[in-house]
């Protein structure tokens, strides 16, 4: 059996679809409310990073380990979840972590290396996925850039190799459904990387609009977004991100998620237009 954590959320409900498609039949979706999982159309047990029960995990095999979305408790978080999946038996852990997780300067990175190494600690069969940037990331960003009319950040002209979304669900879903991928790290991103002026030209091109991207510093954007109602540590990180991804963070020249899906990853233009509607 093939478990899921954070199922309902945004990469675990894509992902749950991929694996469907594939064939993998005996699938269990593992979220903190079952009745939210109704849809998914595979059964669904209480699962709570907080406070993981083993006894949740029976008959698990191979454990999709999805990283948790609350910044600063993930690793005590994955750590717990480990911690039951050993005690219920299961054999394979497959992460979600970031890429090139053990030299990135972004803030996100300290507890996926914890994580990491947790793993490796485990005795477990282990594959992790360095997950770079989600190009819905800063898609999210496109209402805001059309009501305003311009697009605004502080990653300058950093080269972001993003992906998106269902690419990084459907590298996931081979990596569970497939052989010879215990013990390995892939470092995955999009084929091709552009900058924030490059998708604001992409966002002016497909509305017909004239979008420019304006370049804040660190600390002006995250004023920013502190007015559009972000908590100033939340607005601070995701400033940070952007400053990270000025100096190259979110840039990488490998095709290693394009090999694994066998297909090119999802294009800027292609999540524009899907943005957009």
Not at 131 to 137: Q, V
């Given at each position: ?76 978080q ?44 485990s005795?477990?069969?282990?594959t992790?996925l ?8 800063y ?6 850039a059309l ?44 084929d ?15 509305t017909?609009?004239?979008i ?23 607005a ?12 190259g ?28 509607g």
């Open positions: 059996m093939i478990a899921v954590t954070g199922a309902t959320g945004q990469l675990g409900r894509i992902l749950v679809a991929k694996l469907k498609e594939k064939g993998a039949g005996d699938l269990l979706a593992l979220v903190r409310s079952p009745q939210k999982a109704a849809d998914l159309g595979v059964p669904a047990r209480a699962f709570d990073y907080d406070s993981p029960d083993a006894a949740a995990l029976a008959g698990v095999e191979t454990l999709m380990l999805i990283s948790g979305s609350e910044l600063g408790q993930r690793e005590r994955h750590k717990a979840v480990i911690a039951a999946a050993k005690e219920a038996g299961v054999k394979r852990i497959v992460y979600t972590s970031l890429l090139r997780a053990d030299s990135s300067p972004l803030s996100l990175a300290p507890e996926h290396v914890a994580t990491e190494a947790a793993l490796k600690d005795g477990l069969a282990v992790i360095r997950n770079g940037w989600y190009t819905e990331n898609l999210a960003s496109v209402p805001a009501e305003h009319g311009a697009f605004v950040g502080a990653a300058g002209e950093g080269r972001i190799s993003s992906a998106s979304r269902a690419d990084y669900a459907e590298a996931a879903a081979v990596v569970l459904t497939g052989a010879g991928h215990e013990g390995r790290t892939y470092e995955l991103s999009g091709a990387a552009y900058t924030l002026a490059d998708l604001a030209a992409e966002l002016s091109a497909q017909g609009k004239t420019p991207y304006v370049n804040m510093t660190v600390e002006e954007y995250a004023k920013v977004l502190e007015g559009a109602g972000f908590p100033a540590p939340v601070a990180a995701y400033a940070g991100f952007d400053g990270a991804a000025a100096a963070a979110l840039h990488d020249e490998g095709k290693t998620l394009s090999e694994l899906i066998s297909r090119p990853t999802t294009t800027l233009a292609q999540s524009v237009r899907l943005a957009l």
